[in-house]
């Protein structure tokens, strides 16, 4: 678990010296740049997959009363929790922090200001928080706060801006606390297993290409258009989408016992 956070985080966080990639001009890594975007559609594809089974749920013809379809709707909601619709805020916060992370890539991968470690760090981080404390909301019985990964991400911004190794360090333990939790949740539920294992996968092989491919590893081509850390944005990409329906799952309730719904968006973020 462990080696598997530290791959994920030297792949996603290259530091000047550590990138293969060279380009000239306003991007300074190209091929990295534009496979960043990669996380900005992951985003968009979340939030349109929360709203798809949104819709689907409310669908009077899908769920029609004592249809089959209905029966199983229920009993699911008794077995998992909350709905689409209270997962909601979770699917939208979860949707904007992975966009963010393709925004804050593009910054450092393109123009890179004195500011891009902030810019690419700081959604890379929250991101993990929240994945966090959302399975540890799960594991433990509880409603996630959003100060459970908002404050402790913002409060290392000003580490992350003057110690960017030592914000290496601190993404380093925000992904243990986000893989070795999620692990446990997919132990603890073996229907989130399938998706939790695939997403775990990708994030891994991802991580490995990843970390070969830094300046001075065996596959690092600093000019050719295969980029392994573009390959990374793609598949860490990739395996963020297929773990979202994880994100605001609560399937370790009771069966029969339903979790109050969020009294707000700003609780349930």
């Known amino acids: 678990m462990a080696m598997l956070a530290s791959a994920l985080v030297q792949a996603a966080t290259p530091r000047t010296g550590h990138a293969c990639e060279e380009g000239a001009g306003l991007l300074h890594e190209p091929v990295s740049t534009v496979t960043s975007l990669a996380f900005v559609v992951a985003g968009g594809l979340i939030l349109a997959g929360s709203r798809r089974t949104r ?21 699911a909601r008794d077995q998992t929790g909350p709905t689409s619709t209270e997962r909601q805020p979770s699917a939208a916060a979860y949707a904007a922090l992975v966009a963010a992370i393709g925004a804050g890539s593009v910054v450092q991968h393109g123009p890179d200001p004195a500011w891009s470690d902030v810019a690419h760090d ?26 459970w990964w908002a404050a402790p991400s913002v409060a290392l911004v000003p580490l992350i801006a003057v110690a960017p190794i030592s914000g290496d360090v601190a993404q380093g333990v925000a992904a243990t606390a986000a893989v070795g939790l999620t692990l446990a949740r997919a132990l603890a539920a073996p229907r989130l297993r399938p998706r939790v294992a695939w997403s775990m996968g990708l994030l891994g092989f991802g991580g490995l290409i990843g970390v070969l491919t830094r300046a001075g590893g065996p596959w690092c081509a600093p000019h050719a258009l295969w980029q392994g850390h573009g390959a990374w944005h793609l598949l860490a990409a990739t395996a963020l989408v297929v773990l979202a329906p994880v994100i605001g799952d609560r399937g370790l309730s009771r069966p029969g016992q339903r979790r109050a719904a969020p009294s707000s968006t700003l609780d349930a973020a």
């Open 55 to 75: 819709r689907a749920e409310a669908d009077p013809g899908a769920l029609a009363p004592g249809s089959p379809a209905a029966g199983r709707d229920q009993t």
């Open 122 to 147: 700081l959604p890379l981080l929250a991101t993990l928080m929240f994945v966090a404390a959302d399975s540890a909301a799960d594991l433990t019985g509880r409603r996630r706060s959003w100060w």
